[in-house]
């Protein structure tokens, strides 16, 4: 199935499982990329049409900072990044600590020797997170391995990462 016969389906099962009728929504969410742009043309179509329905606001988001913002609080840097075909990768670098993350590194497209490079430079521990991490897993474990192997690797519900250490940790 494709995303546009699946999305409706999916936000009714959420606001089911969260027991929030669509009448108590104060505004939605959407992302504002990067991403496919199929993907966000259906996903911002849909807000639309809600937000219409409903007469409530629509917020953009940027989708890295978004994937960031699921590990708000800790500790590492988070490299937040999604697969951008042909050996690159969409990707921003965050300090979490706070309650909004800071960018250490703006988000841009870039090869993932570049990622890792960007990441590496800042001599800190970092999470990476996304859909670009099983696509480009061997060479963070290989940038892990230079560094010192943590071994740890996280399955979220919806985040797949893993974890490297500095020579220091």
């Known amino acids: 199935k494709t995303h546009s016969q699946t999305l409706l389906p999916m936000i009714d099962a959420m606001l089911s499982m969260a027991e929030v009728p669509v009448e108590e929504l104060d505004a939605l969410a959407v992302s504002a990329g990067p ?4 993907g966000l043309r259906i996903g911002a179509s849909t807000a639309k049409g809600l937000a219409q329905g409903l007469d409530i ?3 953009a988001g940027p989708t890295l900072e978004g994937l960031a913002y699921n590990l708000q609080g800790a500790d590492s840097v988070v490299c937040a990044m999604m697969d951008a075909r042909r050996n690159q ?3 921003g670098v965050y300090d979490v600590k706070e309650n909004t993350p800071q960018a250490l590194v703006p988000q841009a497209a870039a090869p993932i020797g570049e990622v890792i490079e960007a990441v590496n ?3 800190r521990p970092v999470i990476f997170v996304g859909d670009g991490v099983p696509v480009f ?3 963070i474990e290989a940038f892990n391995e230079k560094r010192q192997p943590c071994d740890q690797i996280k399955d979220h519900a919806l985040i797949e990462a893993v974890e490297t250490c500095p020579q220091t940790c």
């Open 35 to 38: 991403g496919s742009f199929t």
């Open 57 to 59: 606001p629509i917020v």
């Open 89 to 91: 990768a969409y990707y």
């Open 121 to 123: 430079k800042l001599g």
């Open 137 to 139: 897993k061997e060479q």
